[in-house]
């Protein structure tokens, strides 16, 4: 199943930007790039057309940063 899902929460209103980078540090994709409400939220990637391999995905909001790995088998 090529499609990962990401589930965050942001505790201010925020602009947010979530987006996929190659292994290399090459942006592979914008998920979100908006302003948002606090809550919790759900973006779904489809990895479809990318080839195996480690992605991180990095989220950046007003006052947070977060990354983490995805290992894309297919």
């Given amino acids: 199943n090529p499609i990962a899902t990401i589930n965050y929460s942001i505790a201010i209103f925020s602009a947010v930007n979530i987006s996929i980078y190659s292994i290399n540090g090459e942006l592979i994709q914008t998920l979100v790039h908006s302003s948002q409400q606090p809550g919790q939220y759900v973006v779904q990637w489809n990895a479809s057309n990318f080839p195996s391999g480690l992605y ?5 909001s007003e006052d947070k940063i ?5 290992l894309l088998i297919k």
């Avoid at 991180?56 to 950046?60: A, D, G, P, T």
């Avoid at 977060?66 to 995805?70: L, N, S, T």
């Fill in 66 to 70: 977060a990354e983490q790995k995805i």
């Fill in 56 to 60: 991180f995905v990095k989220l950046i």
